[in-house]
């Protein structure tokens, strides 16, 4: 089941709410308002270590950190 975020048009409560479906009916916790604007839902981004430190093409000999030697540079 998602998660949605809301902002109440009338009492400008923000919240979020699991729901069956994208269409399910919600109302305010509130002041249980219908009025209700879906908000735009964060997202977080997980990479894992070796992939990040590669995607950064970071390297010891410009004074940045390099994991396990998978930046590429050459000078491990």
Not at 28 to 35: R, T
Not at 47 to 74: F, I, R, V
Request: charged share 20%; aromatic share 6%.
């Amino acid at each position: 089941m998602p998660i949605f975020r809301y902002h109440c048009q009338d009492c400008d409560a923000e919240f979020e709410l699991l729901l069956a479906r994208f269409d399910s009916p919600a109302e305010c916790p509130e002041c249980g308002s219908e009025k209700l604007e879906k908000q735009p839902n964060r997202i977080a981004a997980i990479t894992s270590k070796n992939s990040g430190c590669a995607m950064q093409n970071s390297c010891p000999a410009a004074g940045a950190h390099c994991c396990s030697g998978s930046c590429g540079c050459g000078k491990h």
